[in-house]
């Protein structure tokens, strides 16, 4: 008996919206997600292949900050 999944609002290329919701380029990421599945579904995905995909979607959807400076205290004498 197959699985059977709620149905979720999808891009118009069949990509779950929310995959590709906080990315900076939605059009890449989708391109990854389709290509990955595809070799997954070959049987062409190797582990290492994995690992360097998991950092790619960590790093797309990070936002870089500025650090705080903080001034330095004058020491009272």
Avoid: C, H, W
Avoid at 27 to 47: F, H, V
């Amino acid at each position: 008996m197959a699985r059977k999944f709620k149905k979720v609002p999808k891009t118009k290329r069949g990509v779950p919206k929310k995959y590709v919701k906080g990315s900076k380029n939605q059009k890449k990421t989708q391109d990854e997600i389709l290509r990955t599945r595809k070799m997954y579904r070959e049987g062409a995905l190797t582990p290492a292949m994995m690992d360097m995909i998991s950092k790619q979607r960590s790093k797309s959807g990070k936002k870089t900050s500025k650090k705080k400076t903080s001034k330095k205290k004058k020491r009272r004498k």
